[in-house]
């Protein structure tokens, strides 16, 4: 297959769930407001090992790291998954997060929350709330099938609906 610019997915329609870290059977509840999630993944430092016969530097692999994140969200009052989140992160609680891109991408990684904060705006923009956090270990990547991601999108499609039309009230699903 040949790509081209056509090949590109738009990030407009991306899913972020969360649930209680180490919650196997809890049901995953939908993000809802979000408008940056920031850089998901690692990334990993060089450790020199020249020695003195070399005459070029020379690395090998380090550790990786996570990023520091914050997601931003417009702030939804009667959202309770927001106001469990908001709460969890002024806890500095740790949850499971889970990232379902419309290309059907998905990712899923234990994060430490750590802080919310309301975010400064100006006349006409809208009222948002960042949480910062930390992934904490691997990040877990997968191609979910085009199905499931369908049916995500189509519910997440409808609890946005419903969030516009002023019923912010937070949804719970299982993808």
């Not at 910062?132 to 189509?154: C, H, P």
């Amino acid at each position: 297959m040949t790509y081209s610019h056509q090949n590109a997915t738009l990030t407009a329609g991306t899913l972020v769930y969360y649930k209680a870290l180490n919650a196997a059977d809890e049901t995953y509840a939908l993000w809802n407001g979000l408008t940056e999630i920031g850089d998901i993944g690692t990334s990993g430092s060089f450790v020199e090992d020249t020695t003195l016969a070399d005459t070029v530097k020379t690395y090998i692999p380090g550790m990786k790291d996570t990023s520091e994140l914050e997601f931003t969200f417009y702030r939804y009052n009667a959202d309770t998954a927001q106001a469990d989140l908001i709460s969890k992160a002024q806890a500095g609680t740790s949850v499971t997060i889970k990232i379902v891109w419309p290309n059907n991408t998905q990712a899923v990684f234990d994060a430490a929350l750590n802080g919310y904060a309301v975010v400064g705006a100006g006349n006409e923009d809208g009222v948002k709330g960042k949480i910062n956090l930390r992934v904490s270990g691997d990040t877990t990547f997968s191609t979910v099938a085009a199905t499931q991601q369908g049916q995500q999108g189509q519910q997440g499609a409808t609890q946005q609906g419903d969030t516009q039309q002023g019923n912010n009230e937070s949804q719970t699903s299982n993808p």
